[in-house]
């Protein structure tokens, strides 16, 4: 059933273009079952394909589908073709599964929306899209896949685009994101121009054999492809687009998050891990990103007030786990947190959707609460999430994924102490601001009334991924704790395991327990602040030195000032100078001489029949005069 | 019998084809105008006639058919069309019809 790979992607994009078309037409009933049902047909074929798979492994344990070639010009022969292994197997139907339970929630969330058609067409083409890079045999296909979804994030992100702010927030999404994409297209030049071949795996191949380990090309082109990762997974520096994003509808934030664009990035180091291998010093530098992008977007996270720009930050802060894990070379671990992100952060944006819709459109968690009574199906499932978010220790999936990329950092060869500690230091901050999220949310007395509850469309979802973000995590389980290597087992078939360095006195139960201390901490601080003494927080964000401190985090480490005034006013400032440049007189004479002509040619257009047939003569005399004279 | 020299044939052909087109130009009565079209499609259809008789062929008759279904057609729908515009303008002269200069 191997041979059924190319309908993963088929399937949403011909619902797009149905859906772009003919969208506007059909009656309302129609689009969510053309929109959802299309990926529902994915998700089973990645399902079937995922239990052929399994059953029977192809050769190899990979297995390639030409559909044709793309194009073959001087030796450059990229085809439309399709791989699959284990790593693009999971993402595949991570990426299926949970992008179809976000289209059955949008069906009811988008139900009133005027847009209804052209959003279901984004989404699809989202998904498609990212199909698409998930399964490109070589990296030119890949690349169509990634410029696909962050021409989507775009649309999304400026879904609603009466409001210029919307408008402004998918422009940064699109520009931000492309600065990544020129490093990474710049890596591909690289790749193409040293090793010949674009095809992935012949690819990695080639560079083992030709590149010495550690030597520029190699390192040159590892950062350079990290750069389109940092980009599209929002990772530092570039990490200031997605708590804009927040401004597209909120199923969009979950797809964007949980599920597509942002893991594009883990996806294509995981794809390339060859190459890291022989490039330690890129390696290193992902595991740093990582590193410090999960403290640093940690940090904001704690201090933001809108329920979803604490998500978006911690989307950031848990990529940085990713990257965190496959700069230590725990590859497995990184795909594996990525799974159970997938389930539990979608839970939470989908969660927040809830809260949001009924608390008609209110998204301040100051002017939330007390709606642990009043939403129990949402609160439980909210809880479920949260706590796998936060890693609430044996009993959720984050805590397993997690604890494996810290006891990563520790054991493998290539992690350090420093690193560990960041990881570590990252589970008190997520335990701190998910709890604090959860405290202000849905304990305390009541702000704002609750104004229309979901139904079922909206909530089967959030169950479903309520039950997958606790029991995703059992399969792979610590060595202390059952020992169960599922996962990581089918992942070795196309990753290498961890490289175990010496064994530097602690052991993985050690890092458990202190990975269990921090999360205890975390919340036992949220509770602390947000739930007993609120005057506590108060006192301490009182003094001046904290409310700075409280605005820098706030404001995402000013970053966004600092590019403003580095990049931003200097290009305008350019552009405004340079208005009245030479080069525009050519294109604007073109213009004017085409317009001159326009003029003079609509004269001509008199409505007088003879002076029509003395043109045609004499055009025709003109032209026999031509050919027979000349 | 005979054989009319080509070129005599064609002089013809062509004459015939210039009168046609002087008239079609000078004259402004729509039915005028149609008549001279007429001539230019006989014209044609002489010098298919012509030719077809020097290299023996029928493609040249053939063709004439052709013309004469098309010029059949033609008349037709410029008949009807000169019955419109007069029912609706009350004249012939095809310069005072210009509504349609853009």
Known sequence: MLHLLWLIPAFPFASFVVLATLGKRMPRKMVPVIGAGSIGLSAVVSFLVTYSFLTSPPPGNSFTQVLWTWIDVGGFRPEISFYLDALSLVMVLVVTFVSFLIHFYSAEYMGEDEGYSRFFAYMNLFVASMCTLLLGANLLLLFLGWEGVGLCSYLLIGFWYKDPANGLAARKAFIVTRVGDTAMTLGLFLLFDKLGTLNIQELMHRALLQWPVDSTLPVVAGLLLLGGAVGKSAQLPLQTWLPDAMAGPTPTSALIHAATMVTAGVYLIARTHVLYSIAPTAQLAVAIVGAATLILAGFSAVTQSDIKRVLAYSTVSQIGYMFLALGVGAWSAAIFHFMTHAFFKSLLFLGAGVIIESLHHEQSIFKMGGLRKEMPVAFWTFLAAGCSLAGLPLITAGFYSKGLIIWGTWSSTRGSTALWIAGVLGVLLTSLYTFRLIFLVFFGEMKTRVHKRPGFAMMMPCVVLGVLSVVGGFLDTPGFLGNIHTFTDFMHQALPPVTEGPLRGMSELGSEGLVTLAFLIGLYAAYLFFMQKRELAEAITAPAISKALHRFWFSDWGMDWLYERVFVRPVVWIARVDKNDFVDYIYSGIALITELLYHGVRKTETGRMRWYAAGIAAGSIIFLAVVLFL | ?102
């Open chain 2, 1 to 102: 019998m005979a054989l009319v020299p080509m070129h005599q044939g064609l002089l013809l052909a062509g004459i015939l084809f210039a009168l046609g087109l002087v008239g079609l130009l000078v004259r402004r009565n729509v039915i005028f105008m149609l008549m001279s079209l007429e001539i230019m499609l006989n014209a044609a259809g002489l010098a298919f006639v012509v030719a077809g008789a020097r290299w023996g062929q029928a493609d040249g008759q053939i063709m004439f058919l052709f013309i004469l279904t098309m010029a059949a057609a033609e008349v037709s729908v410029g008949l009807a069309l000169v019955l419109k515009i007069y029912h609706r303008f009350k004249t012939l002269d095809s310069d005072a019809v210009s509504e349609m200069r853009g």
